[in-house]
């Protein structure tokens, strides 16, 4: 029979307590609070022992349930007196008799944090200790009590304690604070939940794409101030789970409040840069998530002037992002034009105060550089789904090259190729890179054919040599890398004219010995790598 919902009251006073954490952050000066209050305090395990160690006077669940702890603690609080105290509905006349019956005792609030299973994960336990940090007493009283949150608070964490321990004081907890703690409840037991399924799948059973895919993220600080576009909301959310270092977790040193679209493009710059982690002084410069302008040069100064030369237009309120950390020079010249976001992993005290000028500038400080190679999963969103595919970590080796021209690339050509190629890995497709001499000539991105992002390329180079008074564009004597196969040869003309002598791309096409005949009749040396980066 579905019994009558009686409405809950606003203000439950306070009369017994439970508390059962991991975390003990905080517990002692809360349960002391607690009892001034006249609470009763029921605890269990190191949590009560903690409150005996400071004095306090703590009923163990053992003696509120008849029953000692059992099973190395693993049955403790699964008991009707802990549930039944936790679930009855006060004001229901059955709810009431059975607690009369049974010698249930309400307990009004509960105080718990689960097990450290994520912590266990980090630290690389071995199985069994993994598996033995799965809470499930805990979840279930937290599961219990945010059910009956009409009559019960449940706490989950400790910054919580103050607004609880101040209601108390004014006569109980309310309604509206009692709602809001069993959201943050229901929250964490997923969450947790989630980080037991993921184990699972992916470390214990090796899998790639789970049947089901239970995810947990905390959201980071307050909202941003919009999305995309100002119509738009937005929030930045980080994994709860194990996860590397990448530009949610950069420090911001000074500057406005990061916004969506600041975020998307560092991350793409910062991505980008983490390729030449391992190399000499290298710049990148992002505007709206592709690069404008990469290098690398002896200095980081030489870098920066230098990919800047490439497009002096797109860099304007562009992100800027450095393998090294940042010296005075570079922050003074960086200063020279209006910058969005610099990140770099991290800034010496002279730059830090070149950049303290520019208030809106934010400096980001991302300390190690991601690896490039790292495993993980890449999610889209679409209309009623989400796209889930493991990251682009692909690298070229020297195995994978093939020589498909009658003419080899020289030294320096193929390592404009191999340059090149890195930087279109993070062109959004289509996409044809120029480089020469370990910076980017020209970039075409996005476009809906290869032709043409082969010709803005060009164009942008010749735009580039114009402004900066040179006597030719840094297409001539250039490589030039193709995310995708070149499916006709006008792609591959296109850079002929541009004056590129060097061609590397993935092949593939049915057409590749056109292309090749193409290449060979215009004197061009070309590669095949056998992958292509194509980036949506």
């Keep these: 029979m579905t019994p009558v919902a009686v409405p809950a009251p606003d203000i439950v006073a306070v009369r017994r307590a439970l508390l059962s954490v991991s975390d003990k952050t905080g517990i002692v000066d809360f349960a002391q609070a607690l009892s001034q ?20 006077t703590v009923m163990d669940v053992s003696e509120l349930t008849g029953f000692p702890e059992m099973m190395d603690g693993r049955v403790k609080t699964l008991h009707p007196k802990v549930h039944g105290g936790l679930l009855a509905v006060r004001d229901d006349a059955g709810h009431a008799a059975s607690m009369q019956d049974h010698g249930i005792g ?22 069994d200790e993994v598996i ?19 009559y019960v608070a449940m706490v989950t964490d400790p910054t919580d304690y103050p607004v609880v321990i101040a209601e108390i004081a004014a006569g109980g907890t309310t309604h509206a604070t009692r709602k809001r703690l069993a959201a943050r409840a229901f929250a964490a037991t997923a969450a947790y939940d989630a980080a037991i399924a993921q184990w699972f799948a992916f470390a214990d059973q090796g899998e790639h ?8 993220y905390t959201r980071h600080a307050d909202e941003l101030r919009y999305g995309e576009n100002p119509h738009q909301s937005a929030a930045l959310y980080m994994p709860r789970g194990p996860h590397g270092r990448g530009i949610a977790q950069a420090e911001q040193l000074q500057g406005k409040a990061l916004s969506y679209n600041n975020l998307n493009d560092a991350d793409a710059a910062l991505e980008l840069v983490s390729e030449f982690r391992d190399g000499p002084p290298t710049v990148v410069i992002v505007k709206h998530a592709n690069p404008c302008g990469v290098a690398t040069a002896d200095t980081l100064l030489e870098a920066y002037k230098t990919a800047f030369a490439c497009d002096t237009v797109s860099a304007f309120g562009g992100i800027i992002a450095c393998n090294r950390p940042l010296d005075e020079e570079t922050a003074e010249a960086i200063s020279g034009i209006f910058t969005e976001v610099v990140v770099a992993p991290d800034a010496s005290d002279a730059a830090k105060a070149v950049f303290a000028r520019k208030k809106n ?34 690298r070229l080796t020297d195995e994978m090259l093939k020589v498909v021209t009658k003419r080899a690339p020289t030294a320096q050509e193929l390592a404009d190729c191999r340059f090149a190629w890195t930087v279109a890995k993070h062109v959004k497709s289509n996409a044809i890179v120029y480089a020469k001499g370990n910076s980017t000539a020209g970039i075409g991105a996005g476009q809906m054919n290869r032709l ?66 193409a290449a060979d009749a215009a004197g061009l040396a070309m590669v095949f790598t056998g992958m292509r980066h194509f980036r949506h």
Aim: no cysteine.
């Design 37 to 56: 209050h006249g609470v009763e305090l029921v605890s269990t395990g190191g949590t009560a022992k903690a409150l005996r160690d400071a004095g306090l």
């Design 106 to 127: 309400a307990i009004d609030l509960v105080v718990v944090n689960l097990y450290p299973f994520e912590a266990t994960v980090l630290r690389g336990a071995e199985r």
């Design 132 to 150: 033995e940090n799965i809470d499930i007493g805990g979840p279930a009283m937290v599961r219990s009590a945010a059910k009956n949150h009409g």
């Design 209 to 216: 794409f789970p049947q089901t895919l239970p995810m947990a």
């Design 361 to 394: 500038l934010r400096l980001l400080l991302s300390g190690e550089l991601p690896d490039p190679e790292r495993p993980g999963l890449a999610l889209k969103s679409i209309a009623g789904g989400l796209l889930l595919q493991s990251r682009d970590g692909g």
């Design 452 to 517: 043409e992002s082969a010709r803005i390329a060009a164009w942008k180079a010749k735009d580039a040599a114009d402004k900066a008074g040179w006597a030719e564009p840094r297409t001539i004597g250039s490589a030039v890398a193709s995310d995708a196969f070149f499916p006709f040869a006008d792609g591959l003309l296109a850079a002929v004219e541009a004056g590129a002598t060097a061609v590397i791309q993935p092949g593939g096409s049915i057409r590749d010995e056109e292309v090749i005949a």
